[in-house]
Structure formats: C-alpha cells, structure tokens
C-alpha cells in the first residue's frame, strides 16, 4: 500500500532539472508532495486531487496521472535549496491515512 | 499562530521505561497524525484524530502505545516499556480539513526518542 518512489536518490549541478516519481498500487483520492531538510520537519510543497490536474509554483511542479496512479514532481533549473528528500505521501479517500513513500534524496552541486 | 510544536524534542531513556510525547497543533487545526521517522524513511503512519476522536491506529501500533487528543486540542502519545526498536524520531502534523481537500499537513519539528 506504500506508494513507490523513484529515482531513490538523485545528484545534480545547480541549473539542471529532475523528475521525481510516484506510483501506487491502490485509485487514489490525493497526493501530497512534500519536502525535509536534514534535522527538519517536512515542509508542504504541493496536493494534486484525482483528475489528472498538474500544479506548479516557481520552478517546481507536479501532475498527477489518475489512470495510471502516477505522480511526478518536476524541478526545473534547480537551486542549491533544492537539497533535501521528497516525499509523496497518498490519501485513498479523504477519511483515509496519508501513507508517505520512501523518499527521493535530492543533491544539488554548485 | 506559531505553528505545531511537539515537547520534549529529544529524550534519552533506559529500556523499559515509559515515554510521553506531547504535540500541540495549530489551534484551529481539526485532525492531528502522529507518525514515526527512522533514519532514511519515509514518516510510518502511527494514528490520527478528528478532533477529540481516534479515528485510526496503524496494526504497526503494539499495546504499548497509546495515544490520546483530550477536548480536541493537545494530543500526547504515550510509549510503555521502551525497547531499542522504539528508538525513532515521532512526528506529528495537524491539518484543518475545513479547507477542503486541499488541507496540507504541517509538522512539527519531531521527538526524537534513544532507548538505550
């Protein structure tokens, strides 16, 4: 029931972009696309809602594929601030549990 | 509003003991999760309320924890009889689903618990 995430971990130069992939098994009602520092809390990036609809803010954006239960986090030109694991979590329902994947180490270069 | 705030931030203890954890959420904040952070994954779902109601316990959860949400505002979560495995950092998040669907979580800083 945990959702997958792909790449597990990925190492970039400061201006390049990345995909961050998320898939379940299960129809999902939500995705959530968060972000966590070293030593920090996850900090909410983004939820995409059943209906397929993609949602960006700066240079980070994100869609969600209904049929095929996918969601892909986009990071374009990316920033040292970038640094730091994502992750998606899933909602099967609006009473459900949030059931977070495993997370995507992201490394950004100078 | 100075957001989720979660007490004590770290506690050392021996195993066996008992450990309480307390999150305090954004006041107006309807549902409150718990969840388990080890080192390179992902937060492990322990429960959650609505309000002052449990709604949901993870089968991850043994008897000794328990979890409590008093009047709908703090919550604490309660460990008997620490063992080494419980060793983890406890996150909690409130959300206030009055928003709708697009009520985002918002964590705490974490309780980061070494049994020894």
Known sequence: QQPVQSPQAVILREGEDAVINCSSSKALYSVHWYRQKHGEAPVFLMILLKGGEQKGHDKISASFNEKKQQSSLYLTASQLSYSGTYFCGTELGSNYQLIWGAGTKLIIKP | ?116
């Open chain 2, 1 to 116: 509003d100075t957001g989720v705030s979660q007490d004590p931030r770290h506690k050392i203890t021996k195993r066996g003991q008992n450990v309480t954890f307390r999150c305090d959420p954004i006041s107006e904040h309807n549902r409150l999760y718990w969840y388990r952070q080890t080192l390179g994954q992902g937060p492990e779902f322990l429960t959650y309320f609505q309000n002052e109601a449990q709604l949901e316990k993870s089968r991850l959860l043994s008897d000794r924890f328990s979890a409590e949400r008093p009047k709908g505002s703090f919550s604490t979560l309660e460990i008997q009889r620490t063992e080494q495995g419980d060793s983890a950092m406890y996150l909690c998040a409130s959300r206030d689903l009055e928003l709708g669907d697009t009520g985002e979580l918002f964590f705490g800083e974490g309780s980061r618990l070494t049994v020894l």
